[in-house]
């Protein structure tokens, strides 16, 4: 195979500066874990922002940023504060997501926002098209960049591209509100290989490239002016053996090496009788259902005095987005409810709600997945939800229930989880003393069900996939031409 170059908004770094050094720190996230497993067999580059403001920064210092990324593979896309103001907090944020998560009241629909979004996708373009080599292979992803793809095919049909969705695809109805809907449209339609989470966002895709276009739609392909583009669903997974193999380490480690946070919990809650832990984790965003989620927990303890005292709901909020106020006002409003419910039924000895708004350490995070009896996943939307699946795989014991909205793409792989309508407060309720009361033998049954999936299409898994459908598309697109 000819070289394969990633690009995303985001290059897989984060960068710092002492005295005007800079420095790199490797992202831990999902999307590098894969995506390092695929550029660097396929000696490609990863084309992305480096995440800071290029007018903040010197020419020097930014020359020093450039050669540290060149030493990892990585062509940086430098965008100044107001490109970054405008494009990815505007048009990015604050219009394609509130829309394609169906927050349509949210939706800011400003022609300037547009232009951004425009120029800057021209930028990743053209570093694309400075970079790729006759026939290379391209894999694009996220919403921050729909238009890249038409950009490139437009100048370099040699080319074979492919877009990933990481979010929901809206159905129709809420995609056609945007004043940009053909132009989004068009320019997905420049990859040779367009992919989702799950089958309904394809489909959903599928029909607004019917109703707005009526091009012709065969199965799972579309075909436009000599080009056949394959539309197909890759839902990603996570690198379970670690998440597993984490998870068994902490369980091996003598106690007195633990975390701090880990030996605090499990003095308070392991050791006695009857005492639960629901887990909750997400970034503070709109589209993750924080709010109803807590006041379903509230509605649980005001049903049931009898757990008062020995259920607690640890939740952790990423700081997201938090310059926005659509984030401001979700914030406060967490903060309000958390309030709210310890002050009603919290005392000495007991916090029912134990809320924590930063980030966490890779391995805090597993022996919170692998200490809570319950995790509690009630986005209203989410294109899939990896820690629904993070959870699953840190259950080395294959005990642990998970309550999951029907709303999230990761609803799909977990059929044996608790599945609800995150709307639906009293149901949320109910699910939550299911999952309290559920009997081992029947956890146990669910857990490992859903731990031989994940285990199987793991993030490594999903990303050969999508690669190899990347070689299939251009492979039908060369026979189709030669007819
Ligand atoms: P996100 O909306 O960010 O991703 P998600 O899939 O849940 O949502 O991933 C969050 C990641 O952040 C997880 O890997 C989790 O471990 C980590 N994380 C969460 N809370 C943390 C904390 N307090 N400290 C440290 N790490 C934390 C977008 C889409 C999703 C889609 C993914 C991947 O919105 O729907 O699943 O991309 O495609």
């Known amino acids: 195979m000819k070289r394969l170059h990633i690009v995303s908004n985001r290059l897989p770094f984060s960068i710092s500066f002492e005295n005007d050094n800079p420095s790199l720190e490797p992202s831990v996230g999902g999307l590098a874990t894969g995506m390092n497993s695929v550029y660097k067999d396929f000696e490609g580059k990863w084309i992305g922002w480096p995440g800071i403001a290029s007018d903040t920064k010197s020419r020097k210092e930014l020359q020093a940023v450039d050669r540290l990324l060149k030493e990892e593979g990585c062509k ?123 089958y309904d966002y394809q489909r959903h895709f599928l029909s607004s490239v019917r109703r707005i276009f009526g091009y012709e739609i065969v199965l799972n392909e579309v075909h436009i002016d000599g080009r056949i583009i394959l539309v197909d669903s890759f839902p990603m997974g996570i690198d379970y053996d670690k998440f597993y193999k984490a998870a068994l380490n902490i369980f091996h480690t003598p106690v007195k090496e633990r975390s701090e946070v880990h030996n605090e919990l499990e003095k308070y809650f392991l050791m006695s009788d009857g005492k639960h832990l629901i887990l909750s984790i997400d970034r503070l965003d709109y589209s993750k259902g924080i709010p109803n989620r807590l006041r379903a927990f509230e509605k649980f303890l005001e049903r049931n005095p009898d757990y008062r005292g020995n259920v607690t709901l640890v939740m952790l909020a990423v700081p997201s987005r938090d310059n926005v106020d659509h984030y401001k006002k979700l914030k406060s409003e967490v903060e309000e409810l958390v309030g709210r419910i310890n002050g009603l039924y919290g005392s000495i000895n007991y916090t029912p709600v134990l809320y924590f708004y930063r980030s966490m350490p890779f391995q805090n995070l597993v022996e919170l997945y692998s200490m809570c009896d319950v995790a509690l996943i009630t986005p209203v939307r989410d294109g899939m939800n990896l820690v629904a699946k993070e959870y699953v795989a840190s259950r080395i014991n294959q005990t642990g229930v998970v309550v999951v909205s029907e709303m999230a793409g990761v609803v799909k792989e977990m059929g044996e989880a608790i599945i609800i309508n995150p709307n639906d407060e009293d149901q949320v309720a109910e699910a939550i003393q299911q999952a309290i009361e559920m009997p081992h033998s029947e956890q146990v049954r669910r857990i490992s069900a859903m731990q031989e999936r994940l285990r199987r299409y793991d993030v490594f898994k999903w990303a050969k996939d999508f690669v190899n459908a990347l070689q299939k598309a251009r492979k039908v697109q060369t026979e189709f031409l030669a007819k």
């Open 76 to 198: 940086p896309v430098h965008l100044c504060e107001q490109e970054v103001e405008d494009f990815y907090e505007g048009f990015c944020n604050n219009t394609i997501w509130p829309l394609f998560h169906y927050f349509a009241q949210y939706v800011d629909f400003h022609a300037s926002l547009w232009d951004a979004y425009i120029n800057v996708n021209r930028k990743f373009a053209d570093t694309i098209l400075e970079t790729a080599g006759q026939g290379d292979f391209v894999w694009v992803h996220d919403y921050q960049l729909m238009l890249v793809p038409q950009m490139v095919k437009s100048q370099r049909p040699d080319i074979t591209i492919g877009f990933f969705l990481h979010i929901p695809f809206p159905s129709y109805e809420v995609f056609r509100i945007l004043p940009w809907r053909d132009e989004l449209l068009r320019g997905l339609l420049g990859a040779d290989l367009i992919g989702f989470h799950t």
